[in-house]
């Protein structure tokens, strides 16, 4: 399978407008996991907290525009470059494409897919037991149900194909942040309304790699690991659609990421948990009219689903790049019987990881050190530098080797944070837990 639209005679054709690519953009980056944005800033303080995802929010705008001038670049050479490990290979050498870059990317996007199944899970049993709350069935069977959407969805061709689903996923996303900001807003308002209390939790060493796993969690809320994939859809002239996409989709992340942030912190402060939503039950009893809360999970759990389809495509070219014969049509019976069968097995195999390690929090200070913040925002710097060999006096190239550097930095500390809060956390949780 290839990552773009394909004709009957079997040719790849990009056949989307910027559009379709803000879709896209906005499917790969706005998505549940700023539910954990209000956790973060107790972790970081009001104000580093606000600056990190304003830092964020400017880095990773112009990373990935830096990268969508490269892919252009070499596309006008001659070297069009659909994944991650297309442009590693061409600009960095084939070793680093095949040793690091393409598992790397991988990494990321498998794992999104395992996060998203799991907050699927979440999503279904806190409706649950808005309903039933003495009810016994456990996160793992929630987990399961919630994995038949895109078992079905995972079969869909490719991501031009996935257009319309993405304009409603970005619709979602808008709707659902403004119900936990409005749900905020209320709770914080209401003779419910907890302490405020925004001091730090904890010893001064808990302060401090709690503030890197902070910073590795607002990484993993901005990262999209399939530029590459998405530009690829994108139909000639490309010249000026991407960042018009991008600018579609920051104008979405400025209006959900900061509401959501700042609504969940000024009224939970330093009780905020790894997602708002579980701040929204208090002692296991609703502190909003319970449709209110109906209302937001559906919404969560329809864009849950896009995201999780999205993710599955890169994951999905890997294994049928051993499997199908590219020079038959995608929907001959030859493509078809084992697309079905190995992308039913990857969504199988994500929903099993994510129902044995529940911890969600965890994995995304872990995905956000190892993954994000290489992919994101060192990767991009490096290619631009490489491709385009900026005078070494320029603005341009200490510009992007400082923002290199700091994020190698982020990466070594922010690994060794993110691995010690899962070994403290592995002493109260266990596999399959009822999280």
């Known amino acids: 399978m290839r990552i773009v639209f394909f004709s009957k005679s079997g040719c790849n054709l990009a056949a989307g407008s910027w559009l379709h690519c803000g879709y896209h953009l906005t499917t790969s980056i706005v998505g549940p996991v700023i539910f954990s944005l209000p956790f973060t800033l107790a972790l970081l303080g009001w104000v580093p907290g606000v600056l990190t995802v304003t830092l964020a929010a400017l880095v990773t705008f112009y990373s990935y525009n830096l990268l969508s001038v490269v892919l252009e670049h070499h596309a006008q050479l001659g070297k069009r470059q659909l994944r991650f490990r297309d442009m590693a290979r061409d600009i960095l050498g084939p070793g680093w494409s095949k040793f690091l870059v393409a598992p790397l990317q991988f990494a990321i996007c498998y794992g999104a897919v395992i996060a998203c199944t799991l907050l699927g899970g979440q999503s279904i049993k806190f409706i649950y037991l808005l309903y039933q709350p003495k009810g016994t069935m456990q996160l793992y069977q929630f987990i399961v149900i919630f994995s038949a959407v895109p078992l079905i969805l995972a ?254 930095g982020l990466v070594a500390v922010g690994a060794v944070a993110s691995v010690r809060q899962i070994v403290l956390d592995a002493k109260m949780y266990n596999l399959f837990a009822n999280m």
């Not at 991008?246 to 959501?260: D, G, P, Q, R, W």
């Not at 995304?364 to 900026?390: E, R």
């Open 155 to 408: 079969q869909m061709p490719s991501f031009h194909s996935l257009r319309h689903i993405n304009l409603v996923s970005l619709v979602l996303c808008l709707l659902y942040s403004a119900c936990v900001v409005a749900g905020s807003i209320y709770i914080g308002n209401s003779k419910n309304a907890p302490a405020r209390d925004y001091s730090m939790n904890g010893s001064q060493v808990n302060h401090i790699f709690g503030a890197f796993n902070g910073i590795s969690i607002i990484a993993t809320t901005y990262a999209s690991g399939i530029i590459p994939e998405i530009q690829a859809t994108i139909a000639p002239p490309v010249k000026g659609k991407m960042f018009k996409g991008l600018c579609i989709c920051y104008t979405v992340i400025v209006i959900t990421y900061f509401s959501v942030a700042i609504s969940g912190y000024w009224t939970f402060g330093n009780q905020s948990l790894p997602t708002i939503l579980t701040n929204f039950m208090g002692d296991g009893k609703p502190l909003l009219p319970t449709w209110f809360l109906l209302m937001t999970n559906i919404f969560t759990l329809m864009q849950l689903a896009a995201i999780t389809v999205i993710y599955l495509q890169p994951t999905n070219e890997v294994f049928e790049k051993w499997f199908a014969n590219p020079k038959m049509d995608q929907f001959s019976i030859r493509n078809v019987i084992p697309r079905l069968i190995f992308r039913s097995l990857s969504v199988i195999s994500a929903t099993f990881i994510a129902a044995m390690l529940p911890f969600f929090g965890d994995i995304m200070a872990l995905f956000g050190a190892f993954g994000c913040i290489p992919l994101d925002f060192i990767l991009p710097m490096v290619f631009y530098n490489v491709t385009f060999k900026p005078s070494k006096q320029s603005i341009i190239f200490w510009g992007n080797t400082l923002i290199a550097v700091v994020s190698s």
